[in-house]
């Protein structure tokens, strides 16, 4: 009898390198899949269709009122610096119908930005007096122009609120080769803003941050001997701003992608630059904000008939934009206290609701949209080695300059799956709890969302 030759067991051992290699991968896709059950025990049980309708009628007939949760009118003119990136103006469109709904002139508000917004309900009513400048918010020289060009005579002598509110937002990259675009609009930008704030005499800036700045980035591929009984590190994180308080800006490698590392240094920019005379301070919206057809959270999904995801058992906590205005307006309230331990420092907040699943969402779209909606479970370990390659792939030419223009670039929503966005597509947790905290303790003492 023969025994086996070098070749048998070579192939052998390849056929068991590939079982093993599918086995763990497998296993992976498994605890991807998972919520972990301190992260179940925090969000609300799968909503019912019959639940939806109701309260969905009970809405369209009485419509949220957000004036009823607004701090008292302010004698005082308003810089609205909006999104670069969304034609919608998202929350800065927000905090000036707020503005207006509880009494606020529209020449004591001027909108700056990239260009006009496109919102349905800046169409009528007092939104339509609003002043505009188109303003590059990268360029010093245009924000000062913007900032400097001249008011109304009956409101020109009032005190100045800046908020600010731009950002590029592109999740999934973290490459640093294409980190000086976010850069630009996110760092520079917000340098710009402060720099013209101060030189017009504000005395409030308030500025949009963002609670992903908290985020580590997953690590998904578990060590063997780590792969029962644990979760990969980072697979549910809790949103707050323990990163600010007391410790240094962590490194670039130590978020999940170059949108929050940007939002980050802009921030402490920000909260460095408060003083005497000069309040500042940031809201971390937390995790997505959504209540726009343009929004990642809601619009994306509503405009599709079919939703690819992975993610429909991902458990996190979102805010509406006309909540984080809200905010806003309670932040320039506090900032403009005698007594002012609020300044300085970044808030998180978010809905007032428990964090909910994102296949919560697809519940309420299929239950309440007239148009078919349907999901499309993928396997998370797939797409991640796919969105490593398309990372590979995206950063050849950066890394070998000849090949600009040879090999094709990738197009599509393809081009967004990155391994940044794995990170984001983790359960996070965040709350409105320090917020609320008594004034005492240096915070609003109110619960407004």
Known sequence: ??????????????????????????????????????????????????????????????????????????????????????????????????LLARGTPPQSIRIIDIRKTERSD?????????????????????VRAAFG?????????????????????????????????????NVTGTRNVLDAAEAAGADIVSVTSSASIAIRPIEPFVSLWRLFGNWPKYFWQVLDCRDFFGKPLRPHEEFFGNYPATKAVAERAVCDANRSGFRTGCIRPANGVYGSPADNILGSPLARAVMPTWAAHIVQSFVHGANVAVAHLHHEAALLRPDCPQAGRPFVVTDPNPPIAYDHMYTAI???????????????????????????????????????????SISGDARYLKPGLFSICTHLVATNDEAARPVSEGVWGTRVW
């Not at 993928?378 to 991640?384: A, D, G």
Request: charged content about 15%.
């Open 1 to 98: 009898m023969t025994g086996y030759t070098l070749l048998d067991w070579l192939t052998i051992g390849a056929y068991l390198s590939v079982a093993l290699l599918v086995a763990y991968l497998a296993r992976i896709n498994y605890l991807l899949k998972g919520t972990p059950e301190e992260v179940r025990k925090l969000t609300d049980a799968p909503w019912q269709p019959a639940k939806l309708k109701e309260i969905y009628e009970k809405l369209r007939t009485h419509p949220v009122d957000y004036t009823a949760n607004l701090p008292p009118r302010q004698s005082r003119r308003y810089i609205l610096v909006q999104p670069l990136n969304l034609s919608t103006g998202l929350v800065g469109g927000f905090i000036v119908l707020q």
């Open 366 to 408: 299929r239950t309440l949209s007239i148009h078919p909606f349907m999901v499309l479970p993928l396997p998370p370990v797939v797409m991640l080695l796919m969105a490593h390659a398309i990372e590979w792939w995206s950063v050849l030419p950066y890394k070998f300059p000849n090949l600009k223009g040879v090999i094709p």
């Open 149 to 185: 060009r001249e008011w109304h005579h009956s409101v020109a002598h009032l005190p100045l609120t800046v908020f600010h509110t731009a950002a590029v937002i592109i999740p999934s990259d973290r490459c640093k080769h294409v980190y000086a675009f976010p850069e630009r609009v």
């Open 122 to 142: 800046f169409k009528t009513g007092p939104a339509t007096k609003v002043g505009f400048v188109q303003t590059d918010i990268t360029s010093k020289a245009s």
